[in-house]
T-cell receptor
Framework: DTAVSQTPKYLVTQMGNDKSIKCEQNLGHDTMYWYKQDSKKFLKIMFSYNNKELIINETVPNRFSPKSPDKAHLNLHINSLELGDSAVYFC??????????????FGEGSRLTVL | QKEVEQDPGPLSVPEGAIVSLNCTYSNSAFQYFMWYRQYSRKGPELLMYTYSSGNKEDGRFTAQVDKSSKYISLFIRDSQPSDSATYLCAGLTRSGGYQKVTFGIGTKLQVIP
């Protein structure tokens, strides 16, 4: 039973299109994240939601809009895709509560290629 | 300057060798330090974490932190081909419900049988 699952695993699309990636976690965690891993394998945080509230929003273009309908789901919608958006997008979750350090549990990634 | 600096490698070693992976960091607000392992086309998974200066051992793996010099190390003893992966060091800041993990670029390790 997969802990953090993302769909789709692969996305190939044209510049200018809009696409969405979905993430679900069944670990009961209160915090979910989107990370972007570029072609140089650098893994950089984009967004974090704690109990459906946006708490981290790094310097990300407005074309990227996350949505968390509930604690177990975090989606990422990308408008007007550009070549530079090509990357692997990882969803992660953790339990962040008083006195605990939340280990990040990652999904397998969604590989986006923009042509 | 990136908050966590790491040599991307690749690093190639023969099976059985001792491997030393290193990072430096610049953010004094980091409270915890972690090593994640990422196999090809998979998500990273936590290998070890520590919050204080000194050593922490787990089987063949030892994590070392020196806060005075802002230096993080991971040692792998008796390396195995199954250890071939990318190793990412990371620093964590947290406050209440806020937690942010910042990663280095990762060092790609290949253990040759």
């Amino acid at each position: 039973d997969t802990a953090v699952s993302q769909t789709p695993k692969y996305l190939v699309t044209q510049m200018g299109n809009d696409k969405s990636i979905k993430c679900e976690q069944n670990l009961g965690h209160d915090t979910m994240y989107w990370y972007k891993q570029d072609s140089k394998k650098f893994l950089k945080i984009m967004f974090s939601y704690n109990n459906k509230e946006l708490i981290i929003n790094e310097t990300v273009p407005n074309r990227f809009s996350p949505k968390s309908p509930d604690k177990a789901h975090l989606n990422l919608h990308i408008n007007s895709l550009e070549l530079g958006d090509s990357a692997v997008y990882f969803c992660a979750s953790s339990q962040v509560s008083a006195g605990r350090t939340g280990e990040l549990f990652f999904g397998e990634g969604s590989r986006l290629t923009v042509l | 300057q990136k908050e966590v600096e790491q040599d991307p490698g690749p690093l190639s070693v023969p099976e059985g060798a001792i491997v030393s992976l290193n990072c430096t960091y610049s953010n004094s607000a980091f409270q915890y330090f972690m090593w994640y392992r990422q196999y090809s086309r998979k998500g990273p998974e936590l290998l070890m974490y520590t919050y204080s200066s000194g050593n922490k051992e787990d089987g063949r793996f030892t994590a070392q932190v020196d806060k005075s010099s802002k230096y993080i190390s991971l040692f792998i003893r008796d390396s195995q081909p199954s250890d071939s992966a990318t190793y990412l060091c990371a620093g964590l800041t947290r406050s209440g419900g806020y937690q942010k993990v910042t990663f280095g670029i990762g060092t790609k390790l290949q253990v040759i049988p």
